[in-house]
């Protein structure tokens, strides 16, 4: 059920209940962080391993240093620079965070989402809550309430409008004073870099894909490969329906291409970013048998957007 009505909302997490949170990057399925039943439904309504950990969503700088043993100073200066923003730090978790939502690991994921009803919500509540993106594991994550509503309409979903990033937020964790990118997102490495000097890229590190990095991941039902040249690809494959997703125009029309949809027409990255998942739920639902996708350029949020269609097309 989508809803605008914030009391209804607050009524549902207070009982325990699961909802659909409106941010700036996409929706989230979200819980009290301190109710275990709740946030273990979490995971059987996401079919999620317990393995992946979730994101704590705070209204206040106080709230997350509550949560927290330590607030490392580049943490300061990164919440103090992007919160409330689609920034998540990786910090050492007091012991009121139980090891169900950080998957028994020592560290908490944090963030102050940057979406008014969002906000209003978690200023109104007396916990913080979880949330994790609300699609089932490895598929298209939701960027409209209609999305989330598709894949889980038992439950109550706060009506917030499109997201305005449209990418998950920029994850980081911090280790003898430096700064470690864990995933790509809505905040570009030169952003953080500008605060912070230069960060660690561990995006592709053994270590940063065990928590929840999963290699296949918002994936279409149908395949999906990702090409700076859509058509070349088309003619490599004997696909019937074939829906391709372009950058910033569609290049060459073709007769053996069932639709063509375009990305960005003004080729801003960050139009892209906002684009990408609905775009690639509209193709998810055509019945095509295969998607291509132009890739962008690999440069700023382009990289965000790569990362995440390289994961869809992943097998
Ligand atoms: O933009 C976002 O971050 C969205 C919105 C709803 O806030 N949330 C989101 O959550 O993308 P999710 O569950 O789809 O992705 C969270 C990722 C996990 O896959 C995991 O890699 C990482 O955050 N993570 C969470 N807790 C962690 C921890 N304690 N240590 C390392 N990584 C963690
Ligand atoms: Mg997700």
């Known amino acids: 059920m989508i809803t605008q009505n914030l009391s209804i909302i607050r009524e549902q997490l207070t009982q325990g209940k699961l909802i659909g949170l409106p941010t700036e990057t996409v929706y ?14 979490i995971f ?9 950990p979730l994101i704590v969503h705070v209204a206040s700088i106080s709230q ?37 939502v950080t998957a028994d690991q020592e560290n908490v994921a944090i963030r102050i989402p940057n979406h008014p009803m969002a ?27 209609e999305h ?34 864990l995933r790509h997102g809505a905040i570009s ?19 940063a894909s065990l928590p929840g990095q999963h290699k296949k991941h918002y994936a279409p039902s149908c395949e999906l490969i990702v090409s700076y040249e859509p058509l070349f690809m088309l003619s490599a494959v004997k696909h019937k329906k074939v ?37 690639l739920h509209s193709l998810d639902h055509m019945g095509l048998d295969l998607i291509i996708v132009e890739r962008l350029p690999a440069e700023g949020l382009g990289i965000t957007i790569n ?8 097998k």
Not at 28 to 38: E, I
Not at 44 to 52: A, V
Not at 119 to 145: D, G, H
Not at 151 to 157: C, D, K, L, S, V
Request: aromatic content about 8%.
């Open 189 to 207: 490495i030169e952003k953080i870099e500008a605060q912070v000097g230069r960060i660690l890229n561990r995006t592709a590190s053994e270590k």
């Open 243 to 279: 829906g391709i997703l372009w950058y910033k125009s569609v290049q060459i029309e073709s007769i053996h291409v069932e639709v063509n949809l375009v990305l960005a027409p003004s080729g801003a990255l960050d139009e892209a970013a906002k684009n990408l998942f609905s775009a």
């Open 44 to 52: 059987k309504t996401k079919n999620r391993p317990n393995s992946s």
């Open 119 to 145: 906000l209003s919500l978690l200023n109104q509540l007396n916990f913080p809550l979880v949330a994790p993106s609300a699609n089932p594991f490895n598929r298209i994550s939701p960027t409209t309430a």
């Open 28 to 41: 989230g399925l979200a819980a009290n962080v301190f109710n275990t039943k709740a946030v273990s439904d």
């Open 307 to 314: 990362d995440r269609l390289d994961r869809a097309a992943s």
């Open 148 to 181: 989330v509503e598709a894949y889980f309409p038992a439950i109550y979903t706060l009506d917030g409008g499109a997201c305005h990033s449209g990418v998950e937020s920029t994850i980081v964790g911090f280790e003898n004073d430096e700064v470690l990118l």
């Open 64 to 100: 997350a240093r509550a949560l927290v043993k330590r607030f490392p100073e580049k943490a300061t200066l990164l919440a103090k620079q992007f919160w409330p923003g689609p920034l998540t730090m990786i910090l050492p978790k007091s012991q009121i965070v139980s090891g169900l």
